[in-house]
């Protein structure tokens, strides 16, 4: 079996080169997002041994032509990774994607209601949604202060700390907490 054979389409119709080079060319920028993250991210992000080690490899490298090469390496590593989980863990990372902002609001509208006036019943529904959750007590304690602070009108302190708890256990969830 050739490299090429992987890549037609499921009608035996063969797919042109052109179609194969862009492929190709797109599993190479995916490697250059790899490349972008951090250590802690590059662990969070679903992929083999093999092309663990060729991400660790490319860090030695630092001639322009010996970087091209070694991306063109990568992207023929990712042919056997399921490159569309990794490609959904990247836009989890990356702040301009709609994934991204996704999560965000939706972690703001959880905040909202969290505080709102059905907040226990909300409380409820958000513990049966997320089971994992063990630090029951310091959500409530939260909820609590960031029900003042918006009666209050005062600061965010609070409403900020809830965030970042309900983003926290959401990355968790995610596999993509430390």
Do not use: C, W
Request: zero cysteines; aromatic letters at 6%; proline letters at 2%.
């Amino acid at each position: 079996m050739t490299d090429f054979d992987q890549f037609e389409d499921e009608d035996d119709t063969p797919k042109s080169k052109t179609q194969i080079k862009r492929e190709m060319e797109a599993l190479q920028e995916i490697g250059k997002k790899l490349l972008q993250l951090s250590k802690s991210q590059q662990k969070k992000v679903p992929m083999s041994d093999t092309l663990r080690d060729a991400l660790n490899e490319a860090d030695r490298i630092k001639q322009h032509e010996a970087t091209r090469r070694h991306l063109q390496y990568i992207g023929k590593v990712m042919r056997s990774e399921d490159h569309q989980a990794i490609e959904q863990r990247l836009a989890l990372f990356d702040t301009t994607s709609a994934a991204y902002n996704k999560l965000f609001h939706q972690l703001e509208l959880k905040r909202d209601a969290l505080i709102g006036e059905n907040s226990k019943e909300e409380l409820a529904n958000y513990l049966d949604e997320h089971p994992e959750v063990e630090d029951i007590q310091t959500l409530r304690n939260l909820i609590r202060q960031s029900q003042k602070e918006v009666s209050q009108q005062g600061k965010t302190t609070n409403r900020k700390k809830l965030f970042r708890f309900l983003r926290e256990t959401e990355e968790k969830r995610l596999g993509l907490a430390e």
